[in-house]
């Protein structure tokens, strides 16, 4: 027998080199992130962090866009800035310095600041998968916000003052196949069992068996056959917790004990009672699932639809005719003490069965793009067999532009008004960054930031809240104490705050950028003094 090809020495590397990455997004996931290319826009200290977890997983490619010098107050916060850099290029030494820790990745910088960009080279951002932005003040923010609003071009705005972290995700639409579910639910259909399926379960007789073969059988047959038993008896699916015990003392009666052994026990059935749980469940379609499916854009395809929504369309069509209201079978099952022949018996015939289903799925999707004038290969079948396996945990999440928060003909103000009535809520902070915003517009420079100015620029920072407050049909703020906080930041950042954000933003970026893992919905707030945060959407 010939023994396997060896992988090249490149793709072992690779693989040695990313492997704790490889296993929470796949090969896929990682050849998607290397074909990346991101903007961070101002390498200040939350900038360079972000984009240092970016290109330790191996971005594709960064592009840095700043226009500023660095001074003494970069050093201190960004440790990728050092003493003799003083009066340089920021955005260049970020970038050298950056691409010392991972020769895989290529970047580049802009000396510019992003507002000539926006004025000048309006088509500069078009090509670039995510846009990362720090430090921005009001009038670029509201720019930007547009522009890649207008270029569907995910953004992801961050702020680090003193105590306090922001992020805001700007996206249209994001569309994640692989979830990543904390607990993944085995689709077994033992309610419902397809028709392979119920012919092989049916063929088995557990009271005919020895003692030997009885304690080899998978645990699903067991449920299967008890199910049936209460089925007959009660004509429902046991779904009180009182029915389940029930159940479950119908299995233990079941077990049989070796004749030569008393203490021999069935872990066989041990595991069916636990299974009773987690496998016994009405096979259905998750609502959220449902509510996808029943979608405009899923129901009335476009040419310039997405693969997501075309696909998610052949599935429709799958559940309404060859899956009699089912989802495509997953084709999974989960580990079992069984005799190895009959757990591979009945893993070939999920597996069959799943594969069957991903055909029927991709002769609809081919179909599909046909009638929608598309090219037959701007959809692979690997892709809707990766949909298929988790058509039960897909998501669609729908976003809001960052720059109608600033128009007050567009923005609703209720969830703050309603989260200002908790004086706990991290509401507070958000507040307080739009009064910052506020006064950079109107002073152009942060509240605090000169030592002989705090007092004074309390009494400014207090009208520029009192002037959104009033806008937003909100009360004044209980207390000045954060006001106070605030002026004392005097706009600098804390490089463990930055740190912390930076890895935070980094990792919604490899979401966005993976279509993997829900992303945060789509502001989050941290207090770096109580170690609290909140999430909000606007």
Not at 227 to 247: C, F, G, H, R
Request: overall charge negative; hydrophobic content about 35%.
């Amino acid at each position: 027998m010939a023994s396997p090809e060896s992988k090249s020495p490149e793709q072992s590397e690779r693989n040695r080199k990313y492997d704790r990455q490889l296993r929470l997004w796949g090969d896929h996931g990682q050849a998607t992130l290397e074909a990346a290319h991101i903007c961070v826009i101002n390498a200040t200290g939350l900038g360079t962090e972000i984009l240092k977890s970016l290109v330790l997983p191996g971005i594709g490619a960064f592009t840095i866009v700043d226009g500023k010098k660095i001074t003494d107050e970069d050093i201190g916060a960004n440790f990728f800035l050092e003493a003799d850099s003083v009066g340089k290029s920021r955005a260049q030494i970020a970038t050298q310095m950056l691409l010392e820790m991972n020769p895989d990745v290529t970047g580049d910088y802009i000396d510019e600041e992003p507002e000539q960009i926006l004025a000048n080279s309006p088509d500069f951002f078009n090509n670039f998968t995510v846009v990362v932005a720090t430090a921005l003040t009001e009038k670029t923010l509201i720019l930007l916000s547009k522009r890649l609003w207008e270029l569907d071009i995910p953004l992801i705005v961050c702020r680090s003052i003193g105590f306090i972290g922001y992020m805001r995700i700007q996206i249209k639409e994001h569309t994640v196949i692989e979830t990543h579910p904390d607990n993944e639910t085995a689709d077994l259909r033992l309610d419902r069992p397809f028709e392979s399926l119920k012919k092989h379960l049916d063929s088995i007789n557990l009271d005919e068996m020895s003692f030997k073969d009885h304690c080899h059988v998978p645990y699903l047959v067991i449920l299967y056959k008890y199910l049936e038993k209460w089925i007959l008896e009660n004509s429902a699916l046991p779904k009180t917790y009182k029915d389940k015990q029930k159940l479950k003392e119908m299995i233990k009666n079941g077990m049989r004990r070796d004749e030569h052994d008393s203490s021999n026990s069935e872990d066989n059935f041990e595991e069916a009672m636990k299974a009773v749980n987690t496998c016994i469940k009405a096979s259905d379609i998750p609502d959220s699932v449902i509510n996808i499916l029943n979608d405009d854009r899923c129901v009335n395809l476009t040419a310039k639809s997405s693969p997501f929504w075309i696909i998610a369309k052949a599935v429709r069509d799958f559940v309404d005719n060859e899956g009699r209201g089912l989802l495509p079978l997953k084709g999974t099952l989960p580990d079992m003490t069984a005799d190895t022949e009959k757990y591979v018996a009945l893993q070939q015939i999920y597996y069959k069965q799943a594969s069957a289903d991903v055909e029927a799925v991709w002769r609809r999707t081919l179909q599909l793009l046909r009638q929608l004038g598309r090219s037959s290969d701007s959809i692979l079948e690997k892709d809707v067999k990766l949909f298929c396996r988790h058509a039960s945990d897909i998501y669609v999440e729908k976003g809001s532009c960052i720059a109608d928060e600033y128009d007050p003909k567009i923005f609703d103000t209720n969830i703050i008004v309603q989260n200002l009535e908790n004086p706990e809520s991290m509401m507070i902070y958000y507040v307080m960054l739009r009064g910052v915003d506020k006064f950079q517009t109107e002073y152009n420079s942060y509240p605090g930031e000169f030592d002989d100015q705090v007092e004074p620029d309390i009494v400014k920072l207090k009208t520029c809240l009192s002037k959104l407050l009033n806008e937003w049909g909100c009360g004044p703020l209980a207390k000045d104490d954060y006001v106070h906080e605030v002026c004392r930041f005097g706009g600098a950042e804390l490089h463990s705050v930055s740190a912390f954000l930076g890895g935070l933003a980094a990792q919604e970026t490899i979401k966005l950028v993976t279509n993997q893992y829900k992303p945060v919905h789509n502001t989050f707030i941290y207090d770096a003094v109580t170690s609290n945060s909140g999430t909000f959407f606007f």
